[in-house]
């Protein structure tokens, strides 16, 4: 069994390395035998593993390798783990990731780079597959970096674009941030319970070792992390840039897996989180506005992905909402759920694209029903599911995380739920009939939509199913179902709270609630985009700030831009010339300084300390030349001499006596 | 020297006691740069073969001290000892532990890397130059062996000569400029290091604070002599102005912020092979001698000065990767980055605990690998555009896709992606730094977001967007030569980012050793007797008027 989980993260990562060495050269348009190949076995494996934890939740499945890094007390293990929490997401991340894997056969057919294309999705399967099935938080931080990295490379996939390669680099950075505080969260886990390792960690929080303080600052640091991750305010800016990337990209990494990472480390850390109220709080609030932001900036959007990533974001805030509220394993049931619906609904948003020949402004679209009916069919039964209509999928998982908010007594953001919960079913609504309803608004002449390829189709259709019956197989009765059930195994021991009953009050107003609200949505859609397509024009013209404001997304990327970015960029000019002017310019000065110096003591030299020589010669050489007038050679001169000294001597000596 | 050997209690007794394997490993290149000099000047294939058969030669015998190696202890092993000037305490003394023994490997697998990449590169004087090479490897890895500081004051001046010539001759641009301003920086800072070596020397020459022989022996030293800690002058001890003094020395070497700004000009101006052996080993000889001599001669200096040390760690970090993306020169890019993956490695350090102590070392090792690929790839580009300008280039991904990817892993490791090399040691690092003050860990935390900003908008500049000049559209991807240099490096990327295990244990021993004799070191000389008596006295005199009984 442990070599079985341990195939399921490497088996994509062998054929990252077969692809990589042989995908441009023989590979080429085969290059998808490896990539979803590698993918289809790491399934299998997955479910068998995933089978064993289903027969026996309260053994977690342990593979540990090798002490990783060590040093000092430190010390993390190579370990991967499946309890019935990661088995979830195994299910998911496999699940999801094999379908869109077969669907790209057919999107990414003919495009000159094949090869690399599988090459970044099977890395980014083996990230994310270390990301959920690692026993640590740092072996689940590489994965963590390592979907950032595959997201960064996909989103950029298309680099001869600037717009793509800019969109890369940004989801990097911003995701960097987070990056930082998951770090410090790591640091101070280990600095406060000894280890990083998920037993040892959460064992330490159940016996009470970490006091609220920390609980609160731990907690924050991971959020900021799963903020960047799972694109929250406010560092949700990089994930609406992100569609740049080639449409399976988007409905895999960008809505149904790698985005859901934060929630899943919030959930996989309740531990912590239980232990600071204060936290639980900031997620909620986060989570929630976060929810209603995004949904009112989707109402406007005309780019049918945009539209669908601030979906995302605002989706992912409900599931932020329902961890914050305490209901982590609600939070989790939308992952799985939304993983469902969403991950169809970027796929069908591809075929879309597909059939209409790369165009993605839905103005220039509708009438596609006729042309392409397979699309619409499975992208309206996942709009009937995102929209929360029961009994489909996504009804469930939402209705949960509201009750959850409000039985909670978390009125405020149940409310915000609600009202973003009529926004998602509004502008769900308003994409499929722009798209697919009304009036053909594209050249005819120049488009001629056709249905995807079955490869593309079949993922469609399997995802629809799910999207379908997802939620109400496992969901029911709410909160206490058997998904409930499977994912309490992997908290039983440190106490997660009694079990929800089922109660017909308030259970059945709060679910009937959400239903009109959702159909609300559905009905203003309708009345504005069948029944007079002029409508919203109309109503943007008189609001038109709030509509401008809203189609410029709150100037938000103009805020960062304005204060963030630019002010680093000017200072990165501005100490470049500190740099060399003057920390370098010291350096130079001592350099001109010694220079001038030596010149001054060479001109010292030459006219005091060299002076000071020659002129003692120069004194001799003159005083000698007077001397020399003396020495006459003549004997009668040497004999006048000694005798006036004979004579001036004597003179003395007969005097001082 | 027989009884040194036999009975120093730090050393590791040698396994056949007599094979000088140390002094082979320090004076093969020597013997190979010499004989590079009598070959004519026209066999250019016999004389690049020597020099590659000295490297490899030389990389084996270290291989073979590793097999030596006795991974489970701190102490000094395969020593060689000779008296030298006896009247003085010289001696050629030479070992390895285990901060070390990976330094020395560094340097061995680099230089074959630096000759193997010169090959195309260099056109004038080419014996010279791999003479210069071999001489510069044979400098580095005596500054690494040496436990005689006298010795090891040799190696440190005597390497940089080649250095300069290497600049100065084969360089680009304001290459004179630049090896003068390298040779005089650093030659500054070794005078202060050497009057700090001094000044070490005499305490142990006085009974009081040594043992009262006169030794430069390095590892005689750190077990004996205790440098006081009174203030002296303005507030400061003796041991604070003797790490003052080394400080000035390590500090221009490594380079910590503001002693930096010769690095940009040598790194930029030398031909790759300098700028890959200044950023891959000689960088390290500065952070080497922190750990090697600042904390363990000057334990309590060294708690003193961790604020100071952290902070211009920290300012380096943050202004050299604010100043790195400033850059239109690549490889000045690069330079700046180093500044700024030093600030981490100071920080480290002078985590002064286990954890950071061993992120830092081996963070010197990742950083040689990374940084020393980085500027071997840019020698690359150099090789075939004659320009390093990063507006000259766009689109290369599509051009020269083999490239593309190993710039790509090597950026990923310099930035410190999980996975790869770099993370291993920046995550040591920040989980010891963040225990001995949480502030400084903070702060250095944003150095890995500007980090990823200036070399990921670096390789966007580069490689991605359209491939619009014909020299962009033509440019040869790499060749074999290239992509065997290349290759080494990329595998320890990913093993030592992986499997960092025999890296750890091999300085695990040492680390520890290092660390808790420096602790208690320091625990001591807080709590050192004469300091209590003196206190003790002093408080006599202010109760002095209380009545006795009152006591």
């Known amino acids: ?657 | 020297m027989e009884y040194i050997l036999a009975h120093a209690d730090y050393l590791l007794p040698h396994p056949d006691g007599v094979t000088p394997l140390l002094t082979f490993i320090i004076f093969l290149p020597l013997l190979g740069a010499l004989a590079t000099l009598v070959i004519p000047k026209t066999e250019l294939r016999l004389m690049k073969a020597v020099a590659v058969f000295c490297t490899v030669v030389t990389f084996l015998l270290s291989l073979v001290a590793l097999s030596n190696f006795d991974g489970s202890t701190h102490k000094m092993q395969l020593a060689e000892y000779h008296s030298w000037i006896p009247s003085i305490g010289v001696a050629y003394f030479l070992g390895v532990d285990g901060l070390s023994i990976l330094l020395v490997l560094l340097t061995t697998l680099l230089s074959i890397l630096v000759v193997v990449c010169s090959f195309n590169a260099i056109h004038g004087m080419q014996k010279a130059y791999y003479s210069c090479l071999l001489f510069l490897e044979t400098g580095m890895l005596g500054v690494f062996l040496a436990l005689d500081f006298f010795l090891f004051y040799i190696f440190w001046e005597i390497m940089l000569v080649p250095m300069y010539f290497l600049i100065g001759i084969w360089g680009h641009g304001r290459k004179l400029y630049s090896a003068i301003k390298f040779f005089l920086y650093t030659l500054f800072g070794s005078v202060f290091m050497l009057l700090g070596i001094l000044a070490l020397y005499s305490f142990n020459s006085t009974g009081d604070y040594g043992t009262g022989e006169l030794t430069f022996n390095i590892i005689e030293l750190i077990n004996n002599v205790r440098v006081p800690t009174e203030p002296i002058f303005v507030g400061l001890s003796s041991q604070d102005l003797i790490f003052l003094a080394l400080f000035l020395g390590f500090a221009i070497k490594v380079p910590m912020f503001p002693f930096h700004t010769w690095l940009p000009d040598a790194h930029t101006d030398a031909p790759t092979a300098g700028s890959v052996v200044l950023a891959g080993v000689l960088l390290k000889m500065g952070t080497y001698g922190f750990v090697r001599f600042s904390l363990p001669l000057l334990p309590t200096a060294s708690h003193n000065m961790v604020g100071f040390m952290a902070t211009l760690a920290i300012i380096g970090i943050l202004y050299g990767a604010l100043v790195a993306m400033a850059q239109r020169d690549m490889k000045r890019l690069i330079a700046y980055s180093s500044v700024s993956h030093m600030g981490f490695l100071m920080l480290g350090i002078f985590a002064l605990n286990p954890e950071g102590v061993t992120g830092g070392v081996i963070q010197m090792i990742n950083h040689g690998i990374s940084t020393g690929a980085l500027f071997l790839l840019v020698g690359i580009i150099y090789e075939r555009r004659y320009t390093r300008e990063i507006a000259a280039f766009s689109g290369l991904a599509t051009t020269v896709p083999i490239f593309a990817v190993f710039f790509a892993i090597t950026m990923f490791s310099s930035i410190g992606l999980p996975g790869l090399n770099g993370f291993v040691g920046e995550f040591l690092i920040l989980v010891g730094m963040f225990k001995t003050n949480v502030a400084y860990a903070t702060l250095a935390v944003l150095g890995i977001i500007l980090g990823a900003a200036y070399m990921l908008w670096l390789y966007q500049r580069t490689m991605f967007g359209e491939a619009t000049t014909p020299e962009n559209q033509t440019m040869k991807d790499m060749n074999f030569r290239e992509i065997g240099y290349m290759l080494p490096l990329v595998i320890l990327m990913f093993w030592i980012g992986l499997y960092p295990r025999p890296y750890l244990n091999l300085m695990r021993p040492t680390v520890d050793h290092y660390v808790t004799q420096m602790q208690e070191r320091h625990a001591a000389e807080r709590y050192d007797p004469q300091r209590a008596t003196r206190q003790a006295s002093h408080d006599d005199e202010a109760d002095a008027d209380v009545p006795a009984e009152d006591r």
């Open chain 1, 1 to 657: 069994m442990k070599v079985l989980v341990w195939l399921i993260p490497i088996l994509p990562a062998v054929a990252v390395l077969l692809n990589g060495l042989l995908g441009r050269r023989v590979l080429r348009d085969k290059a998808h035998y490896l990539g979803v190949g590698s993918v289809g076995l790491a399934l299998l494996c997955a479910l068998i593993v995933i089978l064993r934890v289903i027969v026996d939740p309260q053994h977690p499945i342990e593979a540990k390798l090798y002490p990783w890094i060590f040093a000092g007390s430190f010390s993390v293990d190579m370990g991967l783990m499946v309890d019935s929490l990661s088995a979830v997401m195994l299910f998911v991340v496999c699940g999801v990731g094999f379908l869109v894997h077969v669907y790209s056969v057919g999107y990414m057919h003919g495009d000159p780079s094949y090869p690399r294309f599988f090459t970044y999705l099977n890395l980014f399967m083996t990230s994310m597959l270390v990301l959920v099935l690692a026993d640590n938080y740092l072996l689940m931080f590489v994965g963590w970096e390592g979907v950032g990295l595959c997201s960064y490379l996909l989103i950029g996939f298309w680099y001869e674009r600037r717009s793509a390669s800019d969109a890369g680099k940004k989801a990097f950075i911003v995701n960097r941030i987070g990056d930082a505080g998951f770090i410090l969260a790591m640091a101070l886990i280990f600095w406060t319970t000894g280890s990083l390792a998920y037993h040892d960690v959460f064992a330490a929080a159940g016996d009470h070792k970490i006091t609220t303080g920390i609980a609160t600052a731990i907690t924050l640091l991971l959020f900021i992390g799963a903020m960047g991750k799972s694109a929250q305010i406010p560092l949700y800016v990089w994930l609406p840039d992100a569609m740049e990337g080639p449409t399976p990209v988007s409905a895999l990494i960008h809505a149904a897996t790698m985005v859901t990472a934060g929630v899943y480390m919030v959930v996989r850390s309740q531990a912590l989180y239980l232990l600071a109220p204060v936290s639980m709080d900031v997620v909620a609030g986060v989570g929630a506005f976060t929810a209603l932001f995004a949904a009112s900036i989707a109402l406007v959007q005309t780019d049918i992905k945009r539209v669908l990533a601030y979906s995302t974001v605002s989706q992912l805030g409900y599931m932020f909402l329902g961890c914050g509220v305490g209901a982590f394993t609600s939070g989790l049931f939308h992952v799985m759920t939304h993983a469902f619906f969403k991950g169809l609904l970027f796929l069908g948003a591809g075929s879309v694209i597909h059939a209409m020949h790369e165009e993605q402004d839905m103005r220039r679209m509708g009438g596609l029903r006729r042309h392409i009916r397979g699309t619409y069919d499975t992208m309206l039964l996942a709009t009937i599911a995102i929209a929360g209509i029961p009994p489909f999928a996504g009804f469930w998982s939402k209705d949960e995380i509201l009750a959850s908010a409000i039985k909670g007594g978390h009125v405020l953001w149940w409310v915000l739920g609600l009202c973003a919960a009529f926004m998602t079913s509004f502008y769900m609504f308003r994409l499929i009939f722009m798209t697919f309803r009304g009036e053909e608004r594209f050249d005819p002449e120049q488009v001629h939509p056709h249905e995807s390829p079955p490869s593309m189709l079949q993922p469609l259709r399997i995802l629809a199913v799910l999207s379908v019956i997802g939620g109400v197989i496992v969901g029911i009765p709410p909160e206490n179902g058997l998904f409930h059930k499977f994912v309490a195994h992997a908290f039983h021991h440190h106490g997660e709270h009694a079990a929800h009953t089922f109660h017909f009050w308030p259970d059945v107003p709060l679910m009937l609630l959400s239903t009109v609200i959702a159909l609300g949505g559905l009905y203003l859609a309708y009345l504005f985009y069948i029944q007079d397509p002029e409508r919203p024009k109309r109503l943007a013209e008189k609001f038109a700030f709030a509509y401008e404001t809203l189609l410029n997304k709150y100037y938000i990327d103009e805020f960062y831009d304005a204060y963030i970015v630019r002010p680093v960029k000017w200072s990165t000019g501005a100490l470049w010339s500190v740099d060399a002017r003057v920390v370098d310019g010291v350096v130079n000065g001592f350099g001109a300084f010694t220079r001038l110096y030596a010149n001054w003591s060479g001109i010292v030299d030459r006219w005091v300390v060299d002076g000071a020589v020659n002129g003692v010669g120069a004194v001799i050489q003159s005083g000698s030349r007077a001397f020399r007038l003396i020495q006459t050679g003549v004997v009668q001169n040497y004999l006048l001499v000694m005798a006036l000294g004979l004579f001036v001597f004597a003179t003395i000596y007969l005097i001082v006596i």
